[in-house]
């Protein structure tokens, strides 16, 4: 079973609220991505964290932002909840060895 | 930045067929590529990975084959089954500690 877990795994936020997305890392793992997925469509990057540093960024607003903790674990957070937030959100965390592991994701729903 | 490619977007073979899926990436420098599998519902799970050292990897009935003058990546399925239905995506990295850039995905569908 992957060592990558994320909370909540589903949300319902209302439009313009704001929400915090967690995850933490796999054992020996000092670096977390953020990806978005919308219904059909492949993972988008959002941002990577290494030690605690944002060191990597997609084509996301600044209304999307992140944090990383001393023992890797991670948060993003999103203000101002659009609808078009609505989508998977997946957290992976890697080393420069291993590949990805992604945890379960969260299902934001904004209505 | 690097870039993705992945085709065809929709795949259905006959069980006992094989299936490919092919990806383009644009960064040379990119060295890693792995190839995830996403169940409806489910988290990516990774099936198979290359480095930029070697050309073919096999594991069981699947492998990847790496071309880098051409800057393309294959994944092969072999005696496909129906647990084989589900989305495929590509991806590609040029180090370490730079994101994952993913392909848009390949819906599978083996029919009994």
């Known amino acids: 079973e992957t060592g990558v877990t994320q909370s909540p795994t589903h949300l319902i936020k209302t439009r313009g609220q704001q929400v915090t997305l967690r995850c933490s890392s796999q054992?020996?793992?000092?670096?977390v991505s953020w990806y978005q997925q919308a219904l059909g469509q492949g993972p988008q990057f959002i941002f990577q964290?290494?030690?605690?540093?944002?060191?990597g960024r997609g084509n996301f607003p600044p209304r999307f932002s992140g944090l990383q903790f001393p023992n890797y674990s991670s948060e993003l957070n999103v203000n101002a909840l659009e609808l078009d937030d609505s989508a998977l959100y997946l957290c992976a965390s890697s080393n420069p060895r291993d590949g990805y592991t992604f945890g379960s994701g969260t299902r934001l729903t904004v209505v | 930045g690097e870039n993705v490619e992945q085709h065809p977007s929709t795949l259905s073979v006959q069980e006992g067929d094989s299936a490919v899926i092919k990806c383009t990436y644009s960064d040379s420098a990119s060295n890693y590529f792995p190839w995830y599998k996403q169940e409806l519902g489910k988290r990516p799970q990774l099936i198979i990975d290359i480095r930029s050292n070697v050309g073919e990897k096999k594991d069981q009935r699947i492998a990847v084959t790496l071309n880098k003058t051409a800057k393309h990546f294959s994944l092969h399925i072999t005696e496909t089954q129906p647990e084989d239905s589900a989305v495929y995506f590509c991806a590609a990295r040029y180090s370490g500690n730079t994101p994952l850039v993913f392909g848009k995905g390949t819906r599978l569908s083996v029919i009994a």
């Open positions: 054992s020996g793992h000092n670096t």
């Open positions: 964290y290494y030690r605690e540093e944002e060191n």
